[in-house]
Each structure stands twice: as structure tokens, then as C-alpha cells.
């Protein structure tokens, strides 16, 4: 609105409006519009009344098509014969000359202008004398439309500031306004904007903005030497070659380094560096845009540390997962796709470079028996919301056969569909197999037609299976919480130690004794033993395999008295087979 009171002003125009076309809008056009058509008290209040919809308004709307159209200017001094404003005629406002001119920048047109009522008419003369404060418009348009195009449209400012300068010096003390409008945009700019003597490199002026970021007043920052802004000054001569050469081929140079502030701190700068030169070509300024990117470099700084464990995390992860044969999945629900760790592609003897991941492809490997559970369990955590945990086998592609544990969860949205599925599949085949053998090894423990006992150091039961809890007539639990000599009453207790400590230091070979054990009831029998200390990593214990040999004893007994009655007697004994 200040930009088209400054066209009112400059040109004595009564009113006017400035249409801006938005980018975004393409193929069909939008519009930003200002307008200002007060004068007087009636016209203020008719603009009060109006809005952009307004039938008048529209009118104005139908001249801007009409440059947009041309991409040239439109005036006319006689409106009523005019084709393009007949209408205006009929309009609540007085229209007795009209100026529509486009504003374009680098032959982009990026809006209208339109002024009526000027006291002389408008001529080829007003649209060259609007010329400059027109295609600063454009620039002022094209900085704060796209910050991709920022740094160019900085340069092009600039460069637009001196030219203008250059021209008020021409002109009459109305272009003064230009001025003063490229002076309030130097100065309101977040960039620190340093003007240097092209060849001592002093500097010779800066906005606000250099005094907050190097924290010097105007006063003393002006008339210092550009260097000692930069922190190494080997580095900062030879920029100053590559700055010139770059400035003679492309007209602009830029680059990153670091500045120090009037406090010493450094901090890190994007340095858009441009000429300013007069109407003969010569040199007569450089223009030193620096932003501060601290923010940004603090930024990337993280974005690398967090990229970092990241991957360190993910290193840790593969070799985690490697170790416990533990591999990961993930479902895509919605595009049904699927994703492996590294570890699942090892479990199932792939290579993750060759081999594509998908539910139809793991399915594959599973043992045709357990297919019918491993769907389940996919359709129970996708369309039940549950989770699934099952143990089932897979088939190589080599034959080998792998037991696996499967675990998978499924997620879902607000609305309660399943979005993607998450699992871990892990290769548990030692220990399937170790349990299975664990499981023979104590099928044959218990079924053993000797009685075992583990014994622990203070001569407690670690272990009893069934042999033994029948021929002593206790229950398991009642069995484990006695002692040795509970049950055999011939051990002497004091020599429990001693056998031990022996075993202990010399390794001995195993015992082989008969001895006498009693039963819960009282009763007792005689029993052979096959004893052995034993070490398991850090535990000791003794095992002890016993058998009831009352049956042998008796017979033992027998032969003995037939032996004495074959011995004894006078007649003749013939023993056959």
C-alpha cells in the first residue's frame, strides 16, 4: 500500500491499485491486489463501500488482463473514446486518464500497475520515469516470493540500489522517493550488507544488520579493514584472488567461512559477494552480503552426530542380531511390501543383494507342515489385533532344516486398519536340538532301572529320579531335602569331608561299594554303588548310581549254606547243569 501511494504521489495521481499474480496460480490466474482510490471525503467512503468484487473494480481487473495479455503498457488521456475503458463510463468514479503498466522482472511479469487522473495525462515519458521504481517493485516482489531465488535477488538489488542512486542524481527530487524506498530495504534486511573500496577493501558503509551481528557501532565499524573480520588472514588473501577472477567470469561469488565478532567469538558465514560498477564499466564498489549460519550449521552439525549413532546404533544392532541369530521384518500393509534385516537374509541362507524380500518369498522357505500356523499367526496380529509367538521349522534351499522362533505385532491407524506388521524371526535350531537331547538324556535318567542321585558338597540330594524315590519310598520333593547319611546309616557323616576333599584335589577313579540304605518305613537292604565326583564349568558334584541287590544277596546266602551242607555231608554230592 506505501508503494502505491508512493506512484500516487510521484505521478499526481488521484487513484490507482497494483494487481500481483501469484505463482502458484498458473494455469489459471490469481491475484494479490492493493488499492487506494481516497482522495476526499467521497471517495473515501466509496472505497469503504467497494471490495475487490465491486463491478468497478472488476473493470480495472479487465485492463490488467489486457496488459497481462500484451506484456505492454496501456494509457489513454481520452478514457470515454477509448475501447479498452467505455465501461468506466458508466462508473462511480470520475475517469478521466488512465496508466496500466506491467511490473516485470527478467522479462517475467509478476503484476500490474494502474493510475488514473493525473493532472497533465500520462505519456512514454511517465512509463520511462517509472521505470526504475517499477522493476525495484519487481525485485522487492521476487525476494519475498521465493527464498530459492533470494540470494540472485539480493545481487540484483544492489545492484538496482547503486543504479538508482545514480539516477536520482539525474532526475528531479520526486525520484528521491526511490531512494528512500531502496534505502529503508538495505536497511530492514537480516543480512549484515557491507559496502567495501574495491581495492583497499575498506569498508565503507554497512546496514543494522552488521552492527548486531559483529557487534560493532557504525562509527567503528566503518573504515576498518575487511580482514580483520576473518579469523585466518593467509586464507583470506587468497580468497580475495579467487573473489576477483570469479567476479570478472560470473558477476557474483560466494562461498562459506568463518568471522569473529567485535568479542572475539567466531561463527560461521554464507558470503554473497557482488560489484558495483559505474557507466563507464569501472569498479567502484563491492558489496559483501554475509549471513550468519550458525542456527544452520548447529543444525547439520546434530543432523551429522544423529547420522552417526545412527549408524553406530545400527552397526551395533546387525551385529547384536548376528550374534543372538536374531533377524527383523517389516510389512507395509498398505502396499504390501516387505523389508529384511541383513540377519533374516543369513538365517534363510540369501543373499540380501540378489534376493527380493517378500511375505510370498519367506513363506516359501517354511516347512510345508507348519505353513498353515505361520498364516495363522499373520492373520491373527493383522485382522485381530493380537500378536503371534510360535516356534515352526524352515527348509533351505540346500535341504537343511532350521527351527525357528517367530514373533510379529501389527499396527493400525485411527480408524482401526491394519497399517504395517512388525516381526522377528530367530534361529533356535541349537537349542531345539540341545533340548531334545536334554529331553533323551533325562527320558533315560528317569527310566534307568538304577537309582541316581547328584549330591552337593554338604551331602544334600540335587538331584533323585524315579529308581530311586520307589526303592526308598519317598516322594521327589521329600527325597531332595535329605541328606547322605538320611538314608544310608553305614556312612560314617565325619569322612564326608574327607572323600570329598579327596576327589577334590586327586581326581580319584570311581568308587564301587556295598553298603546298606534305608527306607522311609524303617526298613532296610542292601544296595551297590558306583560312585564318581564330577565338575560342571564351576559347580562340583557327586553321582552316585545305586542298585538294590537283595535278590543277589539272597541268592549269595543260599549258596552259602550249600556249600557248608555239600561240605559237611558224608555222601556223595553230583552237581549238573
Known amino acids: 500500500e506505501h508503494i502505491l501511494i508512493d506512484f500516487l504521489q510521484l505521478t499526481q495521481s488521484e487513484y490507482g491499485f497494483i494487481v500481483e499474480i501469484l505463482p502458484e496460480s498458473q494455469p489459471a490466474i490469481q491475484y494479490k491486489t492493493v488499492v487506494n482510490m481516497a482522495w476526499d471525503t467521497e471517495t ?47 462508473g462511480r468514479l ?8 506491467p511490473i516485470c522482472l527478467r522479462q517475467q511479469i509478476l503484476g500490474v500497475m494502474g493510475i488514473a487522473n493525473a493532472p497533465n495525462g500520462y505519456a512514454l515519458s511517465t512509463i520511462n520515469y517509472l521505470k526504475p521504481l517499477l522493476k525495484t517493485y519487481g525485485q522487492i516482489i521476487k525476494i519475498y516470493r521465493s527464498n530459492a531465488e533470494r540470494d540472485l ?75 580483520s573480520l576473518h579469523v585466518d588472514h593467509a586464507a583470506y588473501r587468497e580468497f580475495g584472488l579467487k573473489m576477483y577472477a570469479t567476479l570478472k567470469k560470473a558477476g557474483l561469488f560466494k562461498t562459506e567461512f568463518n568471522l569473529k565478532r567485535k568479542t572475539g567469538e567466531i561463527f560461521p558465514v554464507e558470503n554473497t559477494i557482488t560489484e558495483i560498477k559505474d557507466e563507464s564499466g569501472q569498479r567502484i564498489a563491492l558489496v559483501n552480503v554475509a549471513r550468519d549460519i550458525s542456527e544452520r550449521k548447529q543444525a547439520e552439525h546434530t543432523i551429522q552426530q544423529q547420522l552417526h549413532h545412527l549408524a553406530v ?3 551395533n544392532l546387525a551385529e547384536a542380531q548376528r550374534i543372538a541369530k536374531l533377524g527383523t521384518c517389516r510389512i507395509d500393509l498398505m502396499n504390501q511390501e516387505m523389508t529384511w534385516s541383513h540377519e533374516l537374509f543369513h538365517i534363510l541362507g540369501l543373499d540380501s543383494q540378489t534376493h527380493k524380500a517378500s511375505y510370498e518369498s519367506f513363506l516359501g522357505f517354511v516347512h510345508p507342515e507348519d505353513r498353515v500356523l505361520v498364516k495363522k499367526a499373520h492373520t491373527d496380529s493383522t485382522e485381530h489385533k493380537g500378536s503371534a509367538n510360535i516356534v515352526h521349522r524352515i527348509v533351505l534351499r540346500n535341504g537343511m532344516l532350521k527351527h525357528v522362533n517367530l514373533k510379529c505385532e501389527a ?17 533356535i ?62 556312612f560314617p557323616k565325619e569322612d564326608w569331608e574327607k572323600i570329598w576333599m579327596q576327589h577334590q584335589k586327586n581326581h580319584v577313579d570311581p568308587i564301587h561299594v556295598e553298603t546298606v540304605h534305608r527306607q522311609k518305613g524303617g526298613m532296610e537292604f542292601p544296595v551297590e554303588v558306583w560312585a564318581r565326583h564330577l565338575w560342571h564349568g564351576n559347580h562340583e558334584l557327586h553321582v552316585a548310581f545305586v542298585r538294590d541287590i537283595t535278590d543277589r544277596k539272597k541268592a549269595e546266602e543260599e549258596l552259602r549254606r550249600l556249600a557248608v551242607v555239600v561240605k559237611n555231608t558224608a555222601d556223595a554230592v553230583i552237581v549238573t547243569d
Open 44 to 90: 473515501r467512503t466509496f472505497q469503504q463501500l467497494s471490495t475487490t468484487e465491486d463491478l468497478e473494480f472488476q473493470q480495472w481487473l479487465t485492463l490488467a488482463d489486457v496488459v497481462l495479455a500484451s506484456g505492454k503498457a496501456l494509457f489513454s488521456n481520452d478514457p470515454a473514446n477509448d475501447p479498452h475503458s467505455s465501461d468506466f463510463s458508466k
Open 94 to 101: 470520475p475517469l478521466n486518464a488512465f496508466l496500466c503498466v
Open 153 to 227: 535477488a539480493e545481487l540484483e538489488l544492489i545492484q538496482s540500489r547503486d543504479a538508482l542512486k545514480a539516477h536520482v542524481r539525474e532526475r528531479t527530487q520526486d525520484l528521491s522517493e526511490v531512494h528512500r524506498l531502496l534505502e529503508g530495504t538495505f536497511t530492514s534486511m537480516g543480512e549484515a550488507v557491507l559496502v567495501l573500496d574495491p581495492v583497499t577493501r575498506n569498508i565503507l558503509s554497512c546496514n543494522p544488520a552488521a552492527e548486531r551481528i559483529f557487534g560493532y557501532s557504525r562509527g567503528e565499524i566503518i573504515g576498518l579493514n575487511a580482514e
Open 313 to 315: 546404533s545400527e552397526k
Open 411 to 427: 499396527r493400525f491407524d485411527t480408524d482401526g486398519k491394519p497399517t504395517h506388521a512388525i516381526g522377528t524371526v530367530q534361529d
Open 429 to 490: 535350531t541349537e537349542r531345539v536340538l540341545t533340548e531334545e537331547v536334554l529331553e533323551k538324556f533325562r527320558f533315560a535318567m528317569e527310566e534307568a532301572p538304577e537309582g541316581i542321585f547328584f549330591m552337593t558338597r554338604d551331602a544334600r540330594f540335587s538331584y533323585v529320579n524315579e529308581q530311586a524315590c520307589r526303592s526308598l519310598g519317598y516322594s521327589r520333593d521329600e527325597l531332595m531335602g535329605l541328606t547322605l547319611w538320611d538314608i544310608d546309616p553305614v
